[in-house]
């Protein structure tokens, strides 16, 4: 096996997308078209005068960027077309399956009725099957939010439970641990859903949210959770249970010095399913492939260590095992191919 990963090697490798917020794919181009499609003034008028928007160092100021240009979703197919770009992106950097993330309380809270976000989206993942990228929705509560919103939604979601394969949370941890919603997590695994959660990397308290996440939630996945490296003993927790941990090179280089790439090596040496994922492309610059190859170049990851993070992807996945194989068979033969 050739040790040098190319940007080329990194686009082609068959991989499954686990962290992807859908509202983070905006991009100005399709930001303008909104909003000139819905009548919205968002003080913009040229996509230089977003890109320049998109400007942060940190979570808060991330956040206060983010959550206005949500005014540019609508209707139903706004929502389509949002999802739609993302998945044909996502096609183009061999993304086989995606599980995204979507936060109906952005939209809710703002007027927008549950149906009109989940049916805009879930029809995009349907069509997505003509891409060849397997795709389903993951319903995030917001964390800033208060757990009787949360409560609603969950009850709203579950009208839609045939469109929804897990729960997440996402927004500002601060002062918002996992257990606030404890009660909404277990009333979703009792439906029968997949559960995820975001523990985002340098909080003031990332040991005890993770644990938290872990021993009293038990969640399948940690969103971030690279902090974990701090405690070995949840380290080896994860390794023995196979909790995937979703990690974002990219928009961890944005809110941090680093991209936490010692830390994503070291899980990957203590057999932890830590995987690779966008994040918020749009706003963090770089799609899936981006994210991998920043990553490789930066750390001087080998071909095989690449791959690996690929077959965590699938393995960590909401997938059935024998789907796990035919992908990871993918990836083999696509590695054989790309060495000849
Ligand atoms: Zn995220």
Not at 67 to 83: G, H, I, K, R, S
Not at 210 to 238: C, F, K, S, Y
Not at 271 to 277: P, R, V
């Amino acid at each position: 096996m050739s040790s040098i990963v190319t940007p080329e090697f990194t686009r082609g490798l068959p991989k499954a997308e686990l962290h992807l917020h859908i509202k983070g794919t905006l991009e100005p181009e399709l930001k303008l078209k909104l909003a000139k499609r819905n009548n919205v003034d968002i003080g913009q008028e040229t996509i230089e005068d977003v890109q320049k928007t998109y400007d942060y160092h940190d979570l808060a100021s991330f956040l206060a960027v983010y959550y206005p240009a949500m005014n540019v979703l609508q209707t139903e197919e706004d929502f389509y077309d949002l999802a739609w770009a993302y998945l044909t992106k996502a096609a183009a950097n061999n993304v086989r399956h995606v599980e995204i993330f979507f936060d109906p309380q952005a939209h809710t809270s703002r007027g927008i009725p549950f149906e009109t976000v989940i049916n805009g989206l879930y029809r995009a993942t349907v069509d997505a099957r003509a891409l060849n990228v397997d795709a389903h929705l993951i319903m995030c509560f917001l964390r800033d939010f208060s757990k009787e919103s949360a409560r609603l939604t969950l009850q709203e979601g579950l009208k839609y439970r045939d469109k929804i394969i897990g729960v997440g949370l996402d927004s500002d941890e601060h002062n918002n641990p996992p257990l606030k919603f404890a009660r909404q997590f277990e009333d979703a695994a009792a439906a029968g859903l997949h559960l995820t959660t975001h523990c985002d990397i340098d909080q003031k308290d990332s040991i005890e949210h993770i644990r938290q996440a872990l021993e009293i939630m038990e969640v399948e996945r940690l969103d971030h959770g690279t902090n974990i490296v701090e405690d070995p003993d949840l380290v080896e927790l994860v390794a023995k249970r196979q909790i995937g941990l979703t990690s974002c090179p990219l928009s961890n280089g944005f809110v941090s010095p680093e991209m936490k790439g010692e830390e994503i090596i070291s899980l990957l040496k203590a057999g932890a399913k830590i995987s690779i994922n966008s994040d918020d492309p749009a706003y963090f610059k770089g799609y899936i492939s981006d994210n991998y190859y920043a990553l490789a170049q930066k750390y001087q990851l080998s071909q095989e260590q690449i791959v690996q993070l690929a077959k965590n992807s699938f393995e960590s996945s909401w997938i059935s095992q024998k789907q796990k194989e035919l992908y990871l068979a993918e990836i083999d033969s696509y590695v054989a191919k790309f060495s000849k």
